[in-house]
């Protein structure tokens, strides 16, 4: 059964660092992997979708990257913004089922 | 609508009380998904539908779980005699093509509390 967890669990920053979430996987048989934001009481934004075949995938200041053979990848936020402030879930579909499997989740603030 | 619509947004309901949550996905998205977040986790799966057929309902928790999509639009969950351990956002998302081979829109959820 496929397993996802993240690092860290929670992380608070000042406004203008650069900084890396992390996320892993036990089965590397995946499809693809998606990064969510979630800004409380509200549903799930996709960040980026990067394709089992993929490396990375930019998009403004993200940049998020795969390394399928060992079970990791990264989201890299560029000069982080206040309005960054919020939970990213990474969640991975797998080459068997439908579903995503999803992370724990890693609860930013970036301080002004 | 310009996305997907869950209602309602909140319930309250006492232990034992039945519940129906609703999803109207995006306008002809064929796979429509339903989660579950416990506070504090992410989402967990609990079934899948493409078009009317459920296709995937292994994450469902126990027989008191149900859900259907008859028309192959609007889905409903229904939580026959609701425990406290139900308690969480239960989230739907709806995607253009079948499978999770394309993004997934999510909504902003229904927050089941029970008391």
């Known amino acids: 059964k496929q397993e996802v967890t993240q690092i860290p669990a929670a992380l608070s920053v000042p406004e203008g660092e650069n900084l890396v979430l992390n996320c892993s996987f036990t089965?590397?048989?995946?499809?693809?992997l998606q990064w969510f934001r979630q800004d409380p009481g509200k549903g799930l934004t996709s960040l980026l979708l990067?394709?089992?075949?993929?490396r990375e995938q930019t998009s403004g200041r993200l940049n998020a990257s795969l390394d399928k053979s060992s079970g990791r990848s990264t989201l890299y936020i560029a000069a982080s913004q206040p309005g960054d402030s919020a939970t990213y879930l990474c969640?991975?579909?797998?080459?068997?089922?439908?579903?995503?499997?999803f992370g724990g989740g890693t609860r930013l603030m970036v301080k002004p | 609508g310009a996305g997907v619509s869950q209602s309602p947004r909140y319930k309250v309901a006492k232990r034992g009380q039945d519940v129906a949550l609703r999803c109207d996905p995006i306008?002809?998205?064929?796979?429509l998904f339903w989660y579950q977040q416990a506070l504090g986790q992410g989402p967990e799966f609990l079934t899948y539908?493409?078009?009317?057929?459920?296709?995937?309902k292994s994450g469902l928790p126990s027989d008191r779980f149900f859900a259907e999509r008859p028309e192959g639009s609007v889905s409903t969950l229904k939580i026959q005699r609701t425990q406290q351990e139900d308690s969480a956002v239960y989230l739907c998302?709806?995607?253009?093509?079948?499978?999770?081979?394309?993004?997934?829109?999510f909504g902003a959820g229904t927050r089941l509390s029970v008391l």
């Open positions: 998302a709806s995607s253009l093509e079948r499978g999770a081979m394309h993004i997934q829109y």
């Open positions: 089965d590397s048989a995946i499809y693809n």
């Open positions: 990067i394709q089992s075949s993929q």
């Open positions: 969640a991975v579909k797998d080459n068997a089922g439908n579903m995503l499997t």
């Open positions: 306008s002809g998205h064929v796979s």
């Open positions: 539908f493409q078009n009317e057929a459920q296709l995937d």
